[in-house]
């Protein structure tokens, strides 16, 4: 029985009342309720460590933040940030937790000369790319969707097609407003020594270095309350218009200065030299491989419409594995009209050399400037995750595309769902330095398996498989760090880079108060799936560095165990009947 | 087994469970995203934040419904503040396929069946149910406003609703003369309220009652056309009425049209002409219920299989989902463009993102504050349109409109679309 | 044990040195700094094992540790401020791999721009860099400084990827893509990726002037090597004249290397090094000019350097007073033709320094700012420098566009003889005030070296307190640089 019914003091919750003002704060069970991410079936079992908060403040500036973080290091209560609460892993793990809910923080301004964008931490994409292309900017909507948070997703992940030639996010964050989980503010880059923010790095060794990794941090080194991104010049004389609606609602192109090209390629190894060859000549906006399912999931009008042609397509599918994925291209004339024409010619001379033949394309955008369709990947199936989202070498992504569809194909299929030989998605990165590769799955929340066979089980068993085997082929993987099994990476890259990344999170966060714990997935398969620990051979981040022992200071400074956090009917779920 | 349009709340824990928190509900098609300054698509939401919006209230249903929650004080004003305008349905179902505007009702049902509902309904359910208005007055007095071109007999009935009977009369004077262009109509005998806000309000065994009462009205006419110059009742008559019939539209004896659907037709046909000249520049409203509300009711029943798929009991087809973009958009735009003089601009909200005016779902009653909000909030998109007038097709829209005008002087003038076109012709 | 033995042990006697005519160099370079005191030894390692052991120990008898790569050194970084090990990496030369389809190459720190260019040049490629470093100037050290490149076409800047760190605690590290097991030998990972693991490490030692660890190797980015080239020039007689058309310019992702300078800085790159040159090159140059490099990639070249060419003259049509695009400079003839070359490679090492020909030496003023600040700040630098006594028709300014004109480096060079005690004291002096004057009207000083750290990190007190405390993670007894940066 879970023995933490603790709500959030009165003491406390007046002290925030006091910064917010009565109508900003609230512990009413019917909204706290839903400040758990994405109900029982978005991602995985690793929701299960999630708690509803005590309380959930809405503050409306740095001050008020700082104030807040002040007071809950004061009564020891570990708080959550969230802009839009569209990552999971943003989701708090104790049930005294305070939400810090920064939806109301959507300030804007613009330095557009310099093409700097500053936002607060409520602000999302589509709003900020509608002002953008108003003046003659435009900005990187991220494939997690225009309804991610801004500075949210700056900090986690911020990956497109667009990264091509635009670069990783980590390289777009220029001067950042940072409440630390002590609640003191500091500033990065220009915006240490002066009030302009428009240079990110520095000063001296550059603390940015701390925001994020590959991925981030999910809110475990306190708040940033201010970030000016970088914003790129607008090709375009005036904003792109939106047509059609619902459903189908794009943005049309004029494809004199921007245009896709889809081509079917014969090989994979055409497939690799097209890619390859684009890069080198250094013409393009995106390069991809798209996934075959995706194909048919756009031309669907409905799940039944999907399923009735994606199921008796599989041998097609498969004999045509190597010549049925696309190779998608994004040119943009940044110059000019001129440009355009100019790398289409060169596009289409390379496409010739090695057999890429040019498909249907419609000249509209509802995914990558201004994103409305990312909800639709839960669409076929219900369950959908992302086991591999990483970004290194071309060559990587095939080898690592590789090794996840045979462990996905022998292990978890079905009942996964069956992709047919999908080796996933892979975008050129970087000028075609590196490339992004991302792989996905699919599986049916709502059959009922039970423990460890269910979709939802195999589909987190798959994810901690990956990491095993990243480490076994020495493959990169996004997920190091918080989002991963830390018993497992945190030994294995760097090596050891566990132990300085914990030491480096305690040194900004002493009381482990800032959305706590590191080592949340650890924790849930220890509860849930134990089993795996001998399967992937790892121990938890528990045993290996506290001898098993609790860790957090938020909760052992009250005496209180992790597991004393978990509500009751976690324990019921895998038994009970679904649906 | 799935039954299309159900009340219930535990047949909705699909919908509840699969919510993933893409607060499509609240924000507009990011495809259409005007500016920084009109983002929501949600009233509630922008007014009140938290998660006082369909994906905060769908959790809330969910342990409702899995006994994790009984009640608490704010509880109340979770589920009821809400303009139940279905503008996060056709946000959700941009990309899924879930039901929001039946897990809603089906979360008010279930709040009101416990008693659990603002005292402030209670005037307005009590008005319907003895006066068979919503505002109290004598029955006697609905056709008070004077119906110069009534027939005894007629193929059409002109359903006039409480609000256009009552208060804005000009609405039901305007459309008189336009019927009275197109060949004449008939009054229901004995018109009672269609029940609208009883259902919006989520009483849905008082909302029977009146449907019954009316659908034996209409049968006794014989008439083959339902006429309506209020979106709540040509709502009600189209889509709800079918619904708790387990029927669909098209299965109606009559055919349920908005007036602006007529007028539409008619000048296309040639049969009306606009004659007079207005002059200004207006922004039209698509209200909630003509618009994204008002797509035709297809009965349905069925079963989730594999993969969430839906598989139809015998006798119906693949399952329709109403995602809001085919409702009666276009009639009353094409009107307004016919009239000379007239500068017809788009809200920055508008088709089924339409912002509500704040009239519906028992919300001017219960929190006047989130009503004048969103009234607020429109008025100020119109002058960011540069609009002079706000048109709408809804006697409703027009008091809230008229209401927020007059309170806080936003210098917008308020029409109905009906009122125009009888001025026009 | 001394500590010449103990290093001897790791690295082989004839590889460890003491005696003060060996340390004297160590404790001067071009910088303004006045170091007083020697370094306790010099220790030549081969490889990451010894640098691994070397720090280590360090950290057993709590001895600083400074890590030099380049031969000659500009910004006291590598003076040895509290005494020390100086560990000079030039033995660790190497250019370990190519990842040429992924153009990627691994380099040891003591690998320097004219090492590794050449290299590269042969398999047709190029590393992005800054203007005309020294040829033996460390590469990695270059990046570790983030050196601002001639080339701001790159949106996504930054050439320096996966890493091998020696970190002060004396915990060996590869950051990025790098760090996966069995990297490189036994890893699919080709250390593309700067990023993690965990958290962005490479950024705690970029611009950290040695004090959080050692880098052992770097994985740098090249690019393809353009088939033809077209450089042009554009003249103004004010630098106020030249901002609006550079702006227009990089926004339109116009051409490759890209810059601005004064003929003072002109004289001294174009010339020959002989006093008659510089002379004349000074009379005739303009004042100030852009140099603008219009580059073909390996396909169809020619169609790309014609509509940039295009869009150059639809920018230069559209300035207030129509810009004339020459193609070639007065006074440097044939330079239109040896520029790019000239771009892509370092100071030939037989030749003296550019920045040194005039005077014997030079201090740069370097920061980052808006190029619309520019005339102002070159008002306010010329104004200071001539208050000072400076001659300010001898001074240098170099404006680098950064990232399609977001930004900008600024570098205002003064001139001086090292030999001349006087001279010396009054640039510093001059340095000091211009600095301050410039730091109060914004100027960002994103790698405040030395003399310039404390009017910085004093400012930004809570970032200095935040990363002190990553420091402490990284290098727990302070033993790298001590006294660089706000350690």
Partial sequence: MPKVTEKVSKAAYNALQNIVGPEWVTDDVAITESYVKGGEIHDCIYQRGQQPPGVVVMPNNTEEVQKIVKVCMRYHLPYTPIGAFWGVHCGGKVPFHVSIDLSRMRSLEWDEKHMVAIVGPGQIHSPLQAEAQERGLYTMTPGGGSQAAVIGNMLTCNYSPLNYRLGLATRRILGVEWVLPNGELIRLGSLATSDDPYWGEGPGPDLRGLLRGYLGWWGKVGIITKMAIKMHPLFLPERMKPVERGMLSTLEFPDNRIKWYNFRMPSEDAMRDAMREISRCEIGAAVMRVPTIWRYRGKSRSREDFWSKWGPDEKKIRDSRATSSVCRVLLIGYTSEEQLKYEESVLMGIMDEVGGELGRTKQSDQSWIKNADSAGMWWPAGGYVSVEFVVETLEHSFARGKTLLAEKESKFTPPLVDEYGEEGWIQMTDMGHTSYFEFLIQWDPEHPLGKYESGEYKAWEHWVASQRTAIDHGQFTANIGSLSVMGLTGPAFGPNYGVIYDKVRQAVDPLDISNPPLDLHDRVIDEFAPKWKEDYDFQTWTDLMHDGKEWWKVLTSRGIEWKDCLPEWYWDRDDKEIG | ?425 | MQIKAKLAEIVGKEHVDATRKVLLPYSKDHSLLECNGLADVVVWPDNADQVHKIVQLANEIKMPVIPVSSEQHFHGSTLPKMGGIIMDLKRMNRILDYDVPDRLVRIEPGVTWGQLQPELMKIGHRAIMPLMPLASSSVVSSLLEREVPTNPRYEYGEPMTSNEVIWGSGMRFRTGSASVPGFPDKADSKGGNPEGPGTNWYRFFQGAEGTMGVVTWSIVKFEYLPVIDKAYFIAFDKIGDAIEPLYQMQRRMIGNECLLINNQVGALIFGDGSDKTYQALKRQLPPWFIVLVLSGPPRSPEAKLAYEKKALDEVCANQPTVLRVDESLPGAVGLERKLPDMLRKPWPAERTYWKHQLKGECEDLLFIAKMEQAAAFTELVTETAGAHGYDVRQMGVYLQPIEQGRACHMEYQFYYDPEDETDKAMVKALYMDAAAKLFEQGAFFSRPYSLLSPMVFDKARGYTNTITRVKEVLDPNYIMCPGNVCF
């Fill in chain 2, 1 to 425: 087994m799935i039954v299309e349009g159900s009340l219930e709340l535990k047949d909705y824990m699909y919908e509840m469970r699969r919510c993933m928190r893409c607060a499509s509900c609240k924000w507009l098609d990011h495809i259409y995203m005007p500016d920084n300054r009109f983002v929501y698509r949600c009233p509630s939401y922008g007014k009140y934040y938290f998660s006082k919006v369909a994906y905060g209230r769908l959790k809330l249903g969910l342990a409702l419904t899995e006994d994790r929650l009984k009640d608490s004080p704010g509880m109340k004003d979770m589920v009821f503040q809400c303009l139940m305008c279905g503008s996060c349905d056709s946000g959700c179902k941009r990309n899924l396929d879930l039901e929001i505007n039946y897990s809603l009702e089906a979360l008010r049902g279930h709040m009101v069946q416990d008693g659990r509902y603002p005292k402030q309904h209670q005037k307005l359910i009590d008005n319907v149910v003895k006066t068979k208005n919503r505002y109290g007055l004598p029955a006697k007095e609905r056709t008070a406003w004077k119906p110069a071109k009534a027939k005894k007999k007629s193929d059409t009935v002109y359903f006039v609703g409480c609000g256009a009977s009552y208060k804005e009369n000009k609405v039901a004077q305007a459309t008189d003369k336009i019927l009275g262009k197109l060949g004449g109509y008939m009054l229901l005998p004995g018109e009672q309220c269609c029940g609208h806000p009883l259902f919006a309000m989520g009483h849905y065994d008082a909302f029977q009652k009146q449907m019954e009462a009316n659908l034996k009205a209409m049968a006794k006419t014989g008439a083959k056309r339902l006429v309506t110059a209020c979106a709540e009742c040509y709502k009600t008559w189209k889509v709800d009425y079918p619904r708790l019939m387990k029927k669909s539209t098209s299965d109606l004896p009559f055919e349920v049209v908005h007036i602006t659907e007529l007028v539409d037709e008619a000048l296309g046909k040639g049969e009306l002409e606009f004659k007079g000249k207005l002059d200004m520049k207006l922004a039209w409203h698509d209200p909630c219920n003509l618009g994204r509300m008002s797509e035709p009711y297809t009965h349905w029943e069925g079963d989730r299989g594999q993969w969430g798929c839906l598989e139809p009991s015998e006798g119906f087809e693949a399952k329709q989902f109403n995602r809001g973009t085919a409702g009666t958009y276009e009639p009353p735009r094409n009107i307004l463009a016919a009239m000379q003089g007239v500068e017809v601009l788009e809200f920055k909200r508008h088709h089924e993102f339409s912002w509500c005016c704040g009239g519906h779902g028992g919300v001017p009653e219960a929190y006047p504050d989130l009503a004048a909000y969103a009234v607020d909030e429109r008025l100020e998109e119109a002058k960011a349109v540069g609009a002079e007038a706000v048109v709408s097709a809804c006697p409703y829209c027009k008091q809230q409109f008229e209401a927020g005008q007059k309170k806080r002087d936003h210098q917008v003038q308020v029409f109905d679309i009906t009122e125009l076109i009888a001025q026009a012709l």
